[in-house]
């Protein structure tokens, strides 16, 4: 079974939806995907997940199932070095998180006492939860870190997310620390990460990552890929996103 796991395109989030440009990344994202033979897509109830899937499904004459929990993961956290509000649960300082070495431990991550205020841990295992369920219903049943065939396919499924959310489920899928992946991957607006799983003993499956943050449908358009998710390559490019 192959799992597809698409951001949604470059985000207007003041109206929760796509930008100019976006609009032109999930009409190329389209033309890629409408090829595929897909037999299921999820997609997040934000608006700009809903917009980049809706190209894709008109194209195909489809419809996907709308997920709550796939919407962008929404834990905050009071972050060392900002006291007056609220932070996302991943935006840290690289010199923060990375002294606390349980954030590079798959298991010890969430004992960060920052994070075990916020409770995400428990969104964590809510999200993961109700992807393992959707995983199930397609004949893959989590069995401790792999998963168990139930029924063996050659199956593609579409999520159609947001990129923290999407570090969730590869943390959970590649049994990774998310925390590593938060803060040392950055998937491009309509890009399309590709995991397929493995049955090298019968019965027994894992996820494999074939392709991350996929963008080939832009380059193939000659359109450059959106810059959010990132920060400024050097701290002296004033035209790019700093803290």
């Known amino acids: 079974m192959k799992v597809l796991i698409v951001r949604h395109g470059d985000p207007d989030y003041d109206i929760d939806s796509l930008t100019e ?22 997609v997040s109830p934000l608006g700009r997940a ?27 956290i009071w972050r060392p070095d900002v006291k007056d509000k609220k932070i996302i649960a991943w935006d840290w300082l690289p010199q923060d998180w990375m002294a606390d070495e349980r ?35 397609h004949g893959y049943e989590r069995e401790g870190h792999y998963y168990k065939v139930n029924e063996e396919n050659n199956d593609t499924i579409i999520f159609f997310c ?26 491009a607006p309509s890009s399309v990460t590709t995991l397929t799983t493995e049955e090298r003993r019968q019965g027994i499956a894992a996820f494999r990552m074939s392709a ?3 963008i ?9 890929p959106a810059f959010a998710a990132r920060f400024c390559e050097a701290y002296g490019n004033k035209d790019q996103r700093h803290d």
């Not at 080939?216 to 450059?224: F, R, V």
């Open 21 to 42: 440009k976006g609009w032109k990344e999930v009409e190329y994202l389209s033309q890629k995907l409408s090829k595929l033979d897909v037999k299921a897509f999820y």
């Open 50 to 76: 809903r917009d980049t899937a809706a190209p894709t499904l008109k194209k195909m004459g489809r419809t996907a199932v709308v997920c709550e929990w796939l919407q962008e993961f929404p834990c905050q």
């Open 103 to 137: 954030f590079f431990q798959y298991d010890h991550w969430f004992e960060n006492e920052a994070m075990q205020e916020g409770h995400v841990k428990e969104m964590y295992d809510h999200v993961t939860g109700e992807f393992d369920k959707v995983l199930a219903k």
């Open 162 to 187: 947001h990129f923290g959310l999407e570090c969730v489920l590869l943390s959970h899928l590649l049994n990774v620390s998310p925390m590593v992946l938060w803060h040392g991957c950055v998937a």
């Open 212 to 214: 991350f943050g996929d």
């Open 216 to 224: 080939s449908h832009l380059y193939a358009n000659n359109e450059p």
